[in-house]
């Protein structure tokens, strides 16, 4: 399956316009923060080879990513951090995160296509879709957007806390991440709410 534009444009012909794609990335990790991304692409001016970020290798998506930062009518971007995701659950935040990122937008959208079965409440119609990223590529624009920037800004707490290796793993639960838990004890970016049995020996999470 390959994502496609038919849904926008068919809402396009509908003359309900502009459509956002709006997906997330970082739901899974021990460490780091949740974010997503709003992408309203330019129908006359559609990115080559988008489809869902897990299909692509880091640097086709670095590629990808300036090439839709490039030719977008707009792009808005959000993140929650590991002490908001700790507060509020994953959910929540995954939903806060989507809502920042349309409200981030420089277009007001009229509909939204979202990633998933899990709609945020958003100043527009909305519509849910199972698997979206390989399906709209305006969905699939958003999960590279948001796949990238949480890639960099995981890098950029490698440097901040090193040892954990969040610039290789990007926060999940690898052995090598689990490996440095056990030697390192968290770090204040560790989500406590996904802490493992192990996390309780550290004063942190006491």
């Not at 316009?17 to 997330?24: A, L, T």
């Not at 990007?170 to 989500?191: E, F, I, K, Q, S």
Request: glycine letters at 6%; a positive charge.
């Amino acid at each position: 399956m390959t994502a496609h534009f038919e849904h926008e444009a068919a809402l396009r012909a509908r003359k309900i316009w502009p459509v956002v794609g709006i997906d997330e990335v970082g739901r899974g990790p021990l460490a780091g923060p949740v974010c997503a991304a709003a992408v309203i692409l330019d129908p006359d001016n559609l990115p080559a080879g988008v489809d869902d970020s897990k299909k692509l290798n880091a640097i086709r998506r670095e590629q990808l990513y300036e090439e839709i930062m490039a030719r977008a009518l707009a792009v808005g971007f959000a993140s929650a951090s590991a002490a908001e995701i700790d507060a509020i659950n994953i959910r929540q935040a995954t939903l806060a995160c989507m809502r920042r990122a349309t409200a981030a937008l420089s277009l007001r959208p009229a509909y939204a296509l979202v990633d998933g079965s899990d709609p945020p409440r958003l100043n527009c119609e909305v519509r849910t879709i199972v698997k979206g990223d390989s399906i709209s590529l305006s969905i699939a624009a958003a999960s590279i957007i948001a796949k990238v920037t949480r890639d960099r800004l995981m890098a950029r707490l490698d440097g901040l806390y090193p040892g954990y290796g969040f610039g290789r793993h990007a926060g999940y639960a690898t052995a090598a991440h689990r490996a440095a838990l056990d030697a390192l004890g968290p770090c204040p970016v560790h989500r406590r709410s996904f802490a493992p049995e192990r996390f309780k020996q550290f004063a942190l999470f006491d």
